[in-house]
């Protein structure tokens, strides 16, 4: 009797639960990595306030015009009226001022503001210029070396070596006044123009073997991936494989060596035109300007330091948004 009547209790709690309505579990929303990566990179304090830097250079640099004429200062207008016999700036034109927040230059009496922000639209033009060129090329001939292996990449390989092997410096000086002179005589360009134009081509040509490499060993290892061969299985061409199961997974490092090549090159324009190989005044680069100031740094060591901490401020930016990026796309970083 007590057995049955135990086991119709156990029968009736059972028949209980089971009627009872279940509680709804917690649905788990699923993540693209698109947003994982910027959910990692929105943690990385020191990544986002790089990033907002480096948009910031950029938008006033791009916005050059408009904000020289926001502060009412003009990169052209001499004020050699402040100037002393030296060059060098007396009174008003000396320090900062709500004219010339930056000061003015020794020897010219231009404004430095107005000078630095129409010379940096130049650099980076140059840097972005020759960023999307030699990664470009980069990409594609790692692409089709790394595909498809055997003679191709035997030939590729040996062609990347043949450059790496070369001392891209020392080329770019010796090469740089015969170049732009077969430029300017084959009338592609003038002047300044086809200087830019020669550090464009030439800091393209001897940068992308580096980034070809990188890409070549990434796509050796995602051509022996599962997905890529079930697209060979079901007949994909080689153009579909390429384009459909490579490409997208190449965007992580592309977008990485994009963020730190950007300030690679705007370091390099400065150095080929600091050393009189690149624009030319009455243009003006940063390097331009750094090279102006090392004449004056012991009489005006403001005009220096100015100079020097824009192209380190922005250099520095960019490489901390590239780390950043990198740390934010790794696969293996925490979620």
């Known amino acids: ?34 947003q994982i990566a910027w959910s990692r990179f929105k943690r990385n304090k020191v990544g986002m ?7 910031f250079l950029l938008s006033m640099s791009l916005f050059a015009p408009i904000v020289c004429r926001v502060l009412g200062i003009n990169p052209n207008d001499l004020n050699l009226e402040g100037l002393n016999s030296s060059g060098i700036p007396t009174g008003d034109l000396a320090g900062f001022s ?30 972005i210029f020759t960023t999307a060129t030699a990664l470009t090329i980069g990409f594609f001939v790692g692409i089709v070396g790394g595909y498809f292996r ?20 020392f080329m770019i000086v010796a090469l740089s006044e015969p170049m732009v002179d077969r430029i300017e005589k084959f009338g592609i360009a ?7 134009l020669f550090l464009i081509l030439f800091l393209s040509f001897f940068g992308w073997p580096g980034f070809s490499r990188l890409i070549r060993s990434q796509v050796l290892s995602l051509r022996e991936r ?50 009189g190989l690149g624009v030319q005044p009455p243009a003006s680069t940063w ?23 824009s192209l380190v401020i922005v250099v520095l930016a960019f490489n901390l948004v590239g780390d950043a990026l990198r740390d934010a796309l790794d696969p293996r970083a925490d979620k």
């Open 190 to 196: 003038e002047g300044n123009g086809a200087r830019v």
């Open 98 to 127: 709500m004219e010339h927040p930056l000061g003015v230059i020794p020897g010219t009496g231009r404004d430095l503001l107005a000078q630095l922000l129409y010379g940096s639209r130049i650099s980076f033009m140059i840097a």
């Open 287 to 309: 390097g331009i300007l750094l090279s102006n100031a090392t004449r004056f740094v012991t009489v005006m060591p403001s005009f220096f330091l100015i100079t020097a901490a």
């Open 49 to 55: 306030i790089a990033a907002g830097i480096s948009i």
């Open 150 to 169: 055997g003679r191709v990449d035997g030939i590729l390989g040996r062609f990347t070596d043949f450059l790496l092997a070369f001392p891209a410096f």
């Open 226 to 275: 599962e997905f890529v061969t079930a697209a060979q299985a079901m007949g994909a061409t080689r153009r579909r494989i390429i384009l459909k199961e490579l490409v997208p997974n190449l965007w992580a490092p592309v977008i990485v060596v994009v963020s730190l090549s950007l300030p690679g090159y705007l370091a390099s324009e400065a150095v080929f035109s600091f050393l």
């Open 1 to 34: 009797h007590k057995y049955r009547v135990a086991r119709m209790s156990l029968n009736s709690d059972v028949n209980s639960e089971v009627g009872s309505p279940v509680s709804a579990s917690p649905v788990i929303a699923g993540r693209s990595p698109r």
